[in-house]
C-alpha cells in the first residue's frame, strides 16, 4: 500500500485534493470539507489495495462469504480508517501544522445510522473482522436516504427527527452504474410445459426496479486486504418509465416512479417488534435480489465454473430472517435463469445459505400475510408453496398421524408465510449468538427442527471489534496495555489475558485509575456543554445504553434509583456511594411503554438533579440519540455496565462486552452472554443477581406469580407503584401520569419480573457500592475484566463461523 511518508507529505496531498475539490483557499475550509478531504485522501490510498484484493480472490478461486443483513451500523470511518492504514499520526501531526486538530474533524462526520441496535452493530464488526483476519467477505445491504431517526428529548419526551445523513455526500461509497441489476415485482406467475414438455415458469406483467450499488471499502487493519460492503439503492427503471408513460397512463408513470424510490428510503425503526409492512417485504426482496444477481454474475463471469459448483465458492450469511428470502431468490435464479432441476436447486441452496438467529421473542418473529407476499412476489411464492409442500410431505410421512407437527415446522400456516421456518429449512447451518440462547432454540423454540436436523444447530457467542470499543474508543486503555505487555493484543486479542499478572500491581492499578479518571472526565465535559449539569467524577458512573424495551428493564433501574431517592428523602443523614445514573437509548416510535420509560427517566432525573438534598450524593441523566459515536464516548467511562434483561430474553447483548473490555464491571442477570461474561470473570468480579431463565419459563408455564401480591407484600415496591400515578414524581395533579406502566407492571402481572426482581436488584446495587469503596479490589476486578474481554472479540467470533460454516480460509498478499 502507498502510504504518506510523513507530514510533509500529507500536507502536500492535503492541499491539491482540497484545491481539487473545494475550490477555496485552506483557511475557508469548514471542518466537514476537512474531514471529506482526508477520507478521499484515504480512498486514493487503498484503491489500488481495493482492486487487488477482488482480483486475488477471483484469480485464486477462493471461496467468499457474503453477509446479508438488512442493517450495518457501521459508525464514523475515518478514525477507523486512519487506525487501519496506520496513518492517524501522521495525520495528525499534518492537521495540526495546518491549524486542525484531528478530535475536532472526526465529529465533522455524520454517523451513518444505517441499523436499530445490536443487530446492525453486530454486522459492523463482523465485517471489520472479516477484513482484518484477511478472510474474502463481503456485506450486501441497503442504501438507505434516512437513517435511524435522531432522537430529541423535549418535555421529558422523545421527539424523533429524520436523518439526512447523506446532504453533504457520502465520501466513502462508490457507486457503481456498470453493476446495476433489476428487480421484478408484481405481475402473474404461473408454470407451462416447454416445447419438451417440461414446466416452465413465465413471470409476466411485473415491474422492474433498478438496483444501483454503492461500495464502500472495508479496509483490514495494518494488512493490505480491503473487502467491499455494497449497498444498493433503488431507482426507477427509464424503459419501465416510458413504457408506462407511452401508454398514456402518467398517473401510472407517476405512481411507479414514486413507488420504487421509497424502496430504499427509510430504514424501518423497530427493532424487535415485526410490522408486516408491504413496504419492509420489498426491502427485504430488493437487496436479497440484488446481491444474489451480482454474485451469481460475478461468480459465472470470473470463476468460469459449472453452477452446480456454486456452493464450493460461495457461502451466504442471513443475519436474521429479513435477508431468508435469498432462500427462494436462489432457487429461482438456479432454476428459471441457469436450467437447473429443483432437486438439484434445492442442494446447492442448503449447502450456500447459513442462518442466524438474534431473538426467541414471539413478536419478534417474522411473518408476512400470504395474499400480500403472493401479490408482490408471485414467482418466489410459488417457490416457497413448493418448498413447504415438500416439506409437509415429508413430515407426514415421518410422523404420521402427528398433526401438531405440521403446525410447529410449517413454512405456510395460518395463512403466513413464517420466515424463521424458511431460514432453518433452507439453510445447512442455524445458530443462536449466546450459549443460553443457542440452548433454548433447540430445547423449545425450534425444538422440533432441532429433532430433524441436530447437525444443523450450533451457537456461535457474538464479539465485538476490539478495535473500534478499545483502540479506537479508549486510545488512552490501549496505549496503558501495550504500555504494560505489549502491543501484541492489537493481533490476537486473547492476548489481553498477559494482563492477569497485573490485576494486583499497585502501579498498574494506579495508571488504570488515572485512564478511568481521565475518560469519565471526557465524558463529564461533554455532558457540562450539552445538558449544563455537573457530575462527580468521583462518583460510580453506572450505565444503561441500549434499545429500550421492557424486556431489557430499563424499568427497573429507574425504579431503583426513585427507591434510593426516597431513603436519603427519608433519612437526611444518611451517606450513600455518589452515583451517576446514566442511560441512552431510542423507542421504537409505536412503542408507547418504551416511549412512558424514558419520559419516567427524564422525570425522576429532573426530580433527583433539581433536589439539593440529594443531588450530590446522585444524578440522573437521560443522554439524547445514543448512537455508535456516544457509545464510543460513553463505553471507557463506565464503572459499571447495567446488563438486567429477564433472564431468557436477551439473545445475547454485545454492550455487555464494550462495557467489559473497557474495565467495567457488569451488574446483570444470567442472561445471553451476561452468563458466559461471568464465566470468565467470576463471582468475585461480576454482581449477578435474579431470577434464572428456567425460573422464569416455569412461571410462564405453570403460573404461580402475582405482581399483585407482590405489592401487598412490599412496601417499597408499593410506594413506587402508587407513585406512577398519584402525580407526585411529575408533578401535575389530575390525569394517569405513568399508567401505561402501572397497568404493566400490575394488570398485566408483570411479564417480564421487574418486580419480582426488584429487592435482589437493590442487593446487587449494596453490593456493588460495598465492592466501589474498596478500590484495590474494585481495580483488581476491572483488571480481571478487561484482561478476560479478550475472547469476545468479534474476530474468535469470525473465526469460528470461517472454520465451523463458510469453510473458507485467509487470503495474505
Ligand atoms: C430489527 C428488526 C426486527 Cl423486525 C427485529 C429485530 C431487529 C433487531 O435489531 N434485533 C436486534 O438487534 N437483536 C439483537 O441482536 C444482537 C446481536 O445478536 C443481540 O446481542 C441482542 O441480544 C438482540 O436483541
Redesign the pocket.
Same mark, same amino acid.
Not at 423497530?270 to 410490522?275: G, K, N, T
Not at 436477551?650 to 454485545?654: D, F, H, L, Q
Given at each position: 500500500m502507498k502510504k504518506w511518508q510523513d507530514k510533509e507529505e500529507f500536507k502536500k496531498l492535503f492541499t491539491e485534493k482540497a484545491h481539487i475539490l473545494w475550490e477555496k483557499d485552506l483557511r475557508d475550509m469548514t471542518l466537514n470539507e476537512v474531514y471529506q478531504t482526508i477520507a478521499y485522501m484515504i480512498r486514493d490510498l487503498v484503491s489500488e489495495d481495493w482492486i487487488r484484493t477482488n482480483e486475488i480472490y477471483a484469480e485464486q478461486k477462493v471461496k467468499q462469504v457474503y453477509y446479508f443483513s438488512i $442493517?450495518f451500523l457501521i459508525g464514523r470511518l475515518l478514525e477507523s480508517n486512519l487506525l487501519g492504514i496506520d496513518m492517524d499520526d501522521i495525520c495528525r501531526q499534518g492537521l495540526e501544522d495546518m491549524g486542525w486538530d484531528l478530535n475536532k474533524v472526526i465529529p465533522a462526520e455524520r454517523d451513518p445510522g444505517l441499523?436499530? &441496535?445490536?443487530?446492525?452493530r453486530?454486522a459492523a464488526c463482523f465485517i471489520d473482522s472479516l477484513a482484518a483476519l484477511q478472510l474474502p467477505g463481503h456485506g450486501n445491504s441497503i442504501r438507505y436516504q434516512y437513517g435511524l431517526f435522531n432522537q430529541r428529548i423535549v418535555d421529558n419526551q422523545q421527539v424523533e427527527l429524520p436523518d439526512n445523513w447523506l446532504v453533504n455526500g457520502y465520501p466513502w461509497e462508490v457507486k457503481k452504474v456498470d453493476k446495476a441489476v433489476y428487480v421484478r415485482f408484481g405481475g402473474n406467475a404461473y408454470m407451462r410445459p416447454d416445447e419438451d414438455g417440461n414446466l416452465e415458469c413465465v413471470h409476466e406483467k411485473y415491474s422492474s426496479v433498478r438496483a444501483v450499488p454503492y461500495d464502500v471499502p472495508i479496509i483490514g487493519y495494518h494488512n493490505n486486504t480491503v473487502n467491499t460492503l455494497r449497498l444498493w439503492r433503488a431507482e426507477y427503471s427509464r424503459e419501465q418509465l416510458y413504457q408506462e408513460l407511452s401508454i398514456g397512463d402518467r398517473r401510472r408513470a407517476f405512481r411507479y416512479k414514486d413507488s420504487v424510490q421509497q424502496i430504499s428510503r427509510f430504514l424501518?425503526p !423497530? !427493532?424487535?417488534? $415485526? !410490522?408486516g409492512r408491504r413496504l419492509r417485504l420489498m426491502q427485504e426482496y430488493f437487496f436479497v435480489s440484488a446481491g444474489l444477481q451480482s454474485i451469481v454474475r460475478h461468480y459465472k463471469k470470473k470463476y468460469h465454473e459449472s453452477i452446480y459448483k456454486f456452493d464450493r465458492y460461495v457461502a451466504i450469511h442471513i443475519n !436474521?430472517t429479513?435477508p431468508a428470502l435469498v432462500i427462494p431468490e436462489l432457487m429461482r435464479i438456479l432454476m428459471d435463469e441457469e436450467g437447473v432441476s429443483w432437486d438439484a436447486a434445492w442442494n446447492i441452496t442448503v449447502r450456500t445459505v447459513a442462518y442466524?438467529n438474534? @431473538?426467541i421473542l414471539p413478536e419478534?418473529m $417474522?411473518k408476512w400475510s400470504i395474499p400480500m407476499f403472493k401479490e408482490l412476489l408471485p414467482r418466489i411464492y410459488l417457490i416457497v408453496e413448493e418448498i413447504n409442500n415438500r416439506w409437509l410431505k415429508e413430515v407426514r410421512s415421518l410422523y404420521p398421524g402427528d398433526g401438531s407437527r405440521a403446525r410447529d415446522v410449517a413454512v405456510l400456516w395460518d395463512g403466513q408465510v413464517h420466515m424463521a421456518h424458511l431460514a432453518v429449512l433452507g439453510s445447512h447451518s442455524v445458530n443462536g449468538?449466546a450459549e443460553i440462547h443457542s440452548q433454548i432454540l433447540k430445547d423449545s423454540t425450534l425444538h422440533q427442527f432441532y429433532t430433524c436436523f441436530p447437525h444443523r444447530f450450533s451457537n456461535k457467542t457474538?464479539g465485538i471489534s476490539h478495535r473500534r470499543w478499545l483502540i479506537e474508543a479508549n486510545p488512552q486503555l490501549a496505549s496503558l496495555i501495550d504500555d504494560t505487555i505489549g502491543d501484541s493484543w492489537r493481533r490476537t486479542p486473547s492476548k489481553l489475558q498477559d494482563l492477569m499478572p497485573f490485576a494486583d500491581d499497585p502501579a498498574f492499578q494506579e495508571q488504570l485509575t488515572r485512564v478511568k479518571k481521565d475518560r469519565k472526565e471526557i465524558l463529564a465535559r461533554y455532558i457540562r456543554d450539552r445538558y449544563d449539569t455537573d457530575v462527580r467524577t468521583d462518583s460510580i458512573f453506572d450505565i444503561q445504553i441500549k434499545?429500550i424495551h421492557l424486556y431489557k428493564r430499563q424499568t427497573l433501574n429507574i425504579l431503583h434509583i426513585l427507591h434510593l431517592y426516597y431513603l436519603l428523602k427519608d433519612n437526611p443523614k444518611l451517606k450513600i456511594t455518589p452515583r451517576t445514573f446514566l442511560f441512552g437509548g431510542k423507542a421504537a416510535a409505536g412503542y408507547g411503554e418504551a416511549k412512558e420509560t424514558i419520559r419516567l427517566i427524564n422525570v425522576v432525573a429532573h426530580m433527583v438533579n433539581s433536589d439539593r438534598k440529594v443531588n450530590k450524593q446522585m444524578k440522573v441523566l437521560f443522554l439524547e440519540n445514543y448512537n455508535v459515536s456516544l457509545g464510543q464516548l460513553l463505553f471507557p467511562a463506565a464503572d459499571v455496565s447495567e446488563q438486567i434483561s429477564t433472564a431468557g430474553k $436477551?439473545?445475547? &447483548? @454485545?454492550g455487555n462486552m464494550k462495557f467489559m473490555m473497557n474495565g467495567a464491571i457488569t451488574l446483570g442477570t444470567m442472561d445471553?452472554?451476561n452468563v458466559e461474561i461471568h464465566r470468565k470473570v467470576g463471582d468475585e468480579n461480576c454482581v449477578i443477581f435474579g431470577l434464572r431463565a428456567d425460573e422464569v419459563m416455569n412461571y410462564y408455564i405453570h403460573g404461580g406469580y402475582s405482581s399483585w401480591q407482590m405489592y401487598s407484600d412490599d412496601a417499597a415496591i408499593r410506594r413506587l407503584m402508587d407513585a406512577l400515578v398519584d402525580g407526585s414524581i411529575d408533578g401535575s395533579i389530575g390525569g394517569d401520569h405513568f399508567g401505561m406502566l402501572y397497568s404493566a407492571f400490575l394488570d398485566r402481572n408483570d411479564e417480564y419480573f421487574v418486580l419480582k426482581d426488584f429487592q435482589p436488584y437493590c442487593q446487587a446495587q449494596q453490593e456493588i457500592a460495598k465492592r466501589y469503596g474498596d478500590h484495590t479490589k474494585w481495580c483488581h476486578s476491572s483488571v480481571v475484566n478487561i484482561a478476560q474481554s479478550g475472547y469476545f472479540s468479534s474476530d474468535r467470533t469470525i473465526q469460528q463461523y470461517a472454520d465451523d460454516i463458510w469453510r473458507i480460509k485467509p487470503v495474505k498478499h
Open positions: $442493517e441499523g436499530n &441496535g445490536g443487530l446492525g453486530l424501518y !423497530d !427493532d424487535s417488534h $415485526e !410490522d !436474521d429479513h442466524t438474534h @431473538t419478534a $417474522e449468538v457474538n434499545r $436477551e439473545a445475547s &447483548g @454485545t445471553g452472554a
